[in-house]
């Protein structure tokens, strides 16, 4: 089943202490994204990769990391975590084609810093 | 990226058409205007896309005004099932443009 796996679903952790969100996709896209999404605010997005080794800021970068190894994983690094990165986070994939197809999204990971 | 800029809410009968309207009123010539539903407690799900001609498909209707600068989202007969929350974006996300934005959505509340 073609699908964007991110895990995990849900995360409490303190302030400092590093944390990954992984995010996986098994339909070949050349894209991934990160966002954010807030009450009131929307989807914000954070990071975004065109290809492998391609990545670059969104919207909301700050406090967030990313690496592209791999066509399939896209994991979002949170160094330092401060409360104000409790949210929910979304990842996304798709062909890059200039807007032709579709985003596929992930279904979430609550993340709640204390 | 285009702006974009909808309704905060609204509110549909069952079995009867909900127009959903989004303005992308800085749309570029090569944006595509995507629509993508969000059910509570899932991710957004693609609902239908396109650039300048109305669309179809087996979810919805899309109506594209002439000049762009806005779309319309056609649900021909809600059911309980389409209450969620619905986004317009404008994208291009080919060569380099890969920075999507997403407007805040409109939560649609469907009445039995």
């Known amino acids: 089943e073609a699908q964007v796996t991110q895990n995990p679903r849900y995360l409490i952790t303190v302030t400092g202490k590093k944390l990954t969100v992984t995010c996986s996709q098994n339909m070949n896209h050349e894209y991934m994204s990160w966002y954010r999404q807030d009450p009131g605010l929307g989807l914000r997005q954070i990071y975004y990769s065109m290809n492998v080794e391609v990545t670059d800021k969104g919207d909301v970068p700050e406090g967030y990391k990313v690496s592209r190894k791999e066509k399939r994983n896209f994991p979002l690094i949170l160094e330092s975590p401060s409360p104000n990165q409790t949210s929910l986070y979304f990842c996304a994939s798709s062909f890059a084609g200039q807007g032709t197809s579709p985003l596929h999204f992930g279904n979430g990971t609550r993340l709640t810093v204390t | 990226d285009a702006k974009t800029t909808q309704p905060n809410s609204m509110e549909s009968n069952e079995e009867e058409p909900v127009h959903l309207p989004c303005n992308h009123s800085t749309i570029s010539g090569t944006d595509y205007i995507h629509w993508y539903r969000q059910l509570p407690s899932q991710g957004p799900e693609y609902v239908i896309h396109?650039?300048?001609s109305n669309v179809n498909n087996r979810m919805a209707s899309l109506a594209i005004a002439e000049d762009r600068k806005s779309s319309t989202l056609i649900l021909h007969r809600a059911t309980l099932r389409d209450a969620a929350v619905y986004y317009c974006s404008c994208m291009n996300y080919g060569g380099s443009q890969g920075n999507l934005i997403f407007g805040k959505g409109t939560k649609l509340s469907v009445k039995p």
């Open positions: 396109g650039l300048t």
